[in-house]
Each structure stands twice: as C-alpha cells, then as structure tokens.
C-alpha cells in the first residue's frame, strides 16, 4: 500500500500529514529544558519507597473507597493520608 492509498483511507492529505509531521517535530521532548526523562511514575516521597500489601475486610475497604471517593483520591492516596492524620495525631 502506498502513501497516498494509506492517506486516503483515513481521510488525510498529505499536506495535513506533513503538517502534523512538523507539529510533532516542534513539540517533541526537549533535554535541555525538561531534563532526561526517566522510567516509571514519579516519586510520592523524598524518600525511598517501598509497596506494602495489607488485608482489610470488605466493610472497612468500602468506607476508605467512599472517603477517597469524597475527597477526590485514589484508593492508595486516600490510605496514605488516613495514616499521616494518625501519625500526626499520635503522641509518640
């Protein structure tokens, strides 16, 4: 299949294709000003990071899903706030 045929079938000039071409030259990744880019998400902490696995009953998983839910989190998010607000109300 040539160019043109492929261009044709999804509705695309070769003009709009050279187009978008430069757009994605223009737009593309930029060392010097973002930095080089690294793997995987991004860090929570500024500290090392480790996955911790936890069994909750059903009930109580159902309120940290509606509290994250209330609050605009995830899941993860909403269970590490709950236990900052009880390590910053703890005494010791």
Do not use: C
Not at 22 to 44: C, M, N, V
Not at 66 to 86: C, F, K, M, N, Y
């Amino acid at each position: 299949m040539s160019d043109k045929e492929l261009l044709a079938q999804i509705g695309m000039t070769e003009e709009e294709a050279e187009a978008r071409a430069q757009d994605f030259e223009r737009d593309s990744w930029d060392a010097a000003k973002l930095g080089k880019p690294r793997r995987g998400r991004p860090s929570i902490a500024n500290e090392e990071v480790r996955p911790f696995t936890v069994r909750f009953p059903v009930s109580l998983m159902a309120y940290v899903d509606d509290r994250a839910r209330a609050h605009g989190h995830t899941r993860s998010e909403e269970l590490r706030r709950i236990v900052v607000e009880a390590k910053s109300r703890a005494s010791v």
